[in-house]
């Protein structure tokens, strides 16, 4: 398997605009999570899904932050409009709830600069 | 509330000595631990994980984590450090029906 499959890599965007991060989940996997990372406050949790529905959105900053997932193979996370306050690693996970074990793998990230 | 502290944002150790990196947490019931590490650049990858039974825990890369249930600790080790191990590295705990919660991360620089 490929592993998580996160895009952009990178991204460099102006206040205001609109940014869509991408992730696709391993494939089997039924918890999709998308945290993010910041010097100040580390690795939060934004939101996460569980056969595609979202079951704890209660980390996502704000009403400008929304995260969908239509299928178990495809998430995306849009941040409308951006800030840069916003700027940050933002890394998608996933995992198998069998066994309940609860180890997640991570994508490499998208870094976001918003300007 | 599921938690994990890590109490040293760096540590530094020379190639060839022992590492210790430091984690307490805090939960009701029974806790679930885990230990990441990130590279430059990199997403989290697994370490190593706490579920029940033997206190000893091997890893991935020759890491082990020692869980210690009257002094709540998950403390991460390894028997002689390797320049290569130098990264930034996580405690977590299961914080919910399967989501973690992670520590602020500790920095590891091994010295040649």
């Known amino acids: 398997d490929a592993g998580v499959i996160q895009s952009p890599r990178h991204e460099v965007t102006e206040m205001g605009q609109e940014v869509t991060l991408r992730c696709k989940p391993i494939?089997?996997?039924?918890?999709l999570f998308w945290y993010r990372q910041t010097m100040m406050r580390g690795l939060e949790l934004l939101i996460y899904f569980n056969n595609n529905v979202p079951i704890d959105d209660s980390g996502m900053p704000e009403d400008r932050f929304s995260a969908k997932m239509p299928n178990a193979s495809f998430s995306t996370l849009k941040i409308q409009p951006s800030e840069p306050r916003d700027s940050a690693v933002y890394f998608c996970?996933?995992?198998?709830?069998?066994?309940?074990?609860?180890?997640?793998?991570f994508g490499e990230g998208s870094r976001l600069t918003v300007l | 509330a599921q938690s994990v502290a890590q109490p040293e944002d760096q540590v530094n150790v020379a190639e060839g000595n022992p590492l210790t990196v430091k984690c307490t947490y805090s939960?009701?019931?029974?806790?679930?631990l885990f230990w990441y590490v990130q590279y430059p650049n990199r997403g989290l990858q697994f370490l190593l994980k706490?579920?029940?039974?033997?206190?000893l825990v091997k890893g991935s890369y020759g890491f082990e984590a020692e869980f210690n249930k009257s002094q709540t600790s998950f403390h991460l080790k390894k028997p002689s450090a390797l320049v290569s191990d130098s990264a930034l590295y996580f405690c977590a705990v299961r914080a919910g029906a399967n989501n973690l919660f992670f520590g602020t991360g500790t920095r590891l620089t091994v010295i040649p």
């Open positions: 706490y579920i029940t039974g033997d206190n």
């Open positions: 494939s089997g996997h039924d918890y």
């Open positions: 939960v009701s019931g029974n806790p679930y």
């Open positions: 996970a996933s995992s198998f709830s069998a066994g309940r074990s609860g180890e997640l793998f």
